[in-house]
């Protein structure tokens, strides 16, 4: 069974950093993306960035670019995001997810098949 295991949530000022991390087990092949999601209160999970397990492309909405930085470890089968510069309006719940490639851009929620748990992220101002 895939199985994706988020961590490095936590609180930190405005300004500060972050890096989570996302480990997959259970792949057969190296043909889907991971991406990272973000779900503030009362609002829909989006996708902020993902990367392709083979090719390593990597896609940010606009909201991100510039701050944070999407990598991979395929020794390891962990993704990392690196977030710098952290915003107040960067509170949310943060995901992992998995998934087919989708060409040239981020996946929708739908796009994604399968799930990690949530990780809290709160920058204070």
């Known amino acids: 069974d895939v199985q994706l295991q988020a961590s490095g949530g936590g609180l930190v000022q405005a300004g500060g950093s972050l890096r989570l991390s996302c480990t997959a087990s259970?792949?057969?092949?190296?043909?889907?993306?991971i991406g990272w999601f973000r779900q503030a209160p009362g609002k829909e999970r989006l996708g902020i960035s993902c990367?392709?397990?083979?090719?390593?492309?990597?896609y940010y909405d606009r909201s991100v670019k510039g701050r944070f930085t999407i990598s991979s470890d395929n020794a390891k089968n962990t993704v990392y995001l690196q977030m710098n510069k952290l915003k107040p309006e960067d509170t949310a719940v943060y995901y992992c997810a998995a998934g087919p490639l989708v060409g040239g851009t981020l996946p929708d929620y739908g796009d994604m098949e399968y799930w990690g748990q949530g990780t809290q992220v709160t920058v204070s101002s």
């Open positions: 259970g792949f057969t092949s190296d043909d889907y993306q």
């Open positions: 990367i392709g397990r083979s090719d390593g492309r990597t």
